[in-house]
């Protein structure tokens, strides 16, 4: 896995995994079978979740504060919607809602693009690779094995 600054540079990177030119948008945000591979890979590789963020997910929450050594209450607050990787830029949202096609999608899943497995993703799940806000402190999101 990539650092932070790492994955941020290739975010930047226009030439490379973005579409268009000008005000380009992460192909991602725009090829749903990329997409869908990115977040399985999330799913694979990071245990990205719940399925459903609706449900208690006990389980899910446990397995999460089993590998952090937190309480699961702890571990519910780390989510996507408050990791430093998570984009909800105005650009990037206009990417978001160009490729679904639908601005009402992007609100009510409250989307966002997560910059470290380049897929669209929810404010509400959560990964292994979830990285505190903070940007005075270099922060390394490399998974452990």
């Given amino acids: 896995m990539a650092t932070l600054k790492r994955t941020m540079d290739q975010a930047m990177d226009k030439d490379e995994g973005y579409e268009g030119g000008g ?19 999330a799913i694979e590789s990071a245990n990205y979740g719940p399925e459903n963020p609706k449900l208690p997910n006990t389980e899910f929450w446990m397995r999460k504060a089993e590998k952090w050594d937190v309480s699961a209450k702890d571990a519910k607050m780390s989510r996507c919607g408050n990791c430093s990787a998570f984009n909800q830029d105005e650009e990037m949202l206009e990417c978001i809602a160009e490729g ?6 992007v609100e009510a899943g409250d989307l966002g693009y997560c910059e470290i497995f380049d897929f669209k993703c929810a404010a509400s799940r959560s990964c292994d690779a979830w990285i505190v806000e903070d940007e005075d402190e270099e922060v390394d999101t490399e998974l452990e094995e």
């Fill in 23 to 41: 005000e380009s948008c992460p192909m991602a945000t725009q090829d749903i079978t990329l997409n869908l591979k990115n977040r399985a890979k």
């Fill in 100 to 105: 679904i096609g639908n601005d009402d999608v």
